[in-house]
């Protein structure tokens, strides 16, 4: 079956560390969509110095949430962009409950909504392992022990209650983070198939 020409307003969610990026990226090439990670974009305004990047800073080293409202406009500032308008793949974003409704607003604005949620599910211990080995290898501000305990703790408080939400609207797909990369992203593959044809 070939994916590529649909329209897929999808969306990853996890745990910090479930490797949500990395999936993220072989979503996109399978689904031909723009990937749209919120942390990607507050990184790079912070790198660059602007003063996006001096707001979000010391909440982004703290891991705390930016403010709904400021996250919201970026994201639907980043939609309404042409390469969004024939689907996306939403990574980080919506976290809580009110960048959920923003996120709905924006798409029912559009006559569209969300198509499929994957949700990659990891152990807490497990990617606490893996932050602290990528901490090592990319050396992210917000990747010290400390700060990744307590970015797991906002994710289970703020971002888990998503989950349910998701699942009641019928749009979620459940897949196992834990394995080698291929493997995770066939599952997703699959997963993502088998819920996009259920929908349409
Ligand atoms: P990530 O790369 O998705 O793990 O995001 C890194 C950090 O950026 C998070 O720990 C938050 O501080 C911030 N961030 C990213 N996305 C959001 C969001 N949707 N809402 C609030 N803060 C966010």
Same mark, same amino acid.
Not at 83 to 102: C, E, S
Not at 180 to 196: H, N, P, Q
């Given at each position: 079956m070939t994916e590529s020409h649909r329209i897929a307003r999808l969306l990853i969610v996890g745990p910090p560390g479930a490797g949500k990026g990395t999936q993220a990226q072989r979503i996109v090439e399978r689904y031909g969509v723009p990937a749209i990670s919120t942390g990607d974009i507050f990184r790079a305004n912070i790198k660059g110095g602007t003063e996006l990047g001096k707001r979000v800073q010391a909440i982004i080293e703290a891991g705390e949430l930016v403010p709904d409202e400021l996250t919201n406009e970026i994201v639907a500032?980043?939609?309404?962009?042409?390469?969004?308008?024939?689907?996306?793949?939403?990574?980080?974003?919506?976290?809580? *409950? /009110?960048?959920?409704?923003?996120? $709905?607003? %924006?798409?029912?604005?559009?006559?569209?909504? +969300? &198509?499929?949620?994957?949700?990659?599910?990891?152990?807490?211990?497990?990617?606490?392992?893996?932050?602290l080995k990528r901490a090592a290898v990319e050396g992210r501000a917000d990747d010290t022990e400390e700060v990744i305990r307590h970015r797991q703790e906002v994710y289970a408080a703020q971002t888990a209650p998503l989950i349910e939400l998701f699942s009641a609207r019928g749009?979620?797909?459940? *897949? /196992?983070?834990?394995?080698?990369? $291929?493997? %995770?992203?066939?599952?997703?593959?699959?997963? +993502? &198939?088998?819920?996009?044809?259920?929908v349409k």
């Open positions: 500032d980043r939609l309404g962009q042409s390469d969004a308008a024939n689907g996306f793949l939403l990574d980080g974003y919506p976290r809580t *409950v /009110d960048q959920v409704h923003a996120l $709905d607003a %924006v798409l029912d604005a559009q006559g569209a909504s +969300l &198509d499929a949620v994957v949700l990659l599910e990891a152990d807490t211990e497990e990617v606490v392992a893996r932050l749009i979620l797909v459940s *897949v /196992d983070g834990l394995g080698g990369i $291929d493997e %995770v992203s066939s599952r997703i593959a699959d997963a +993502l &198939d088998g819920k996009l044809s259920a």
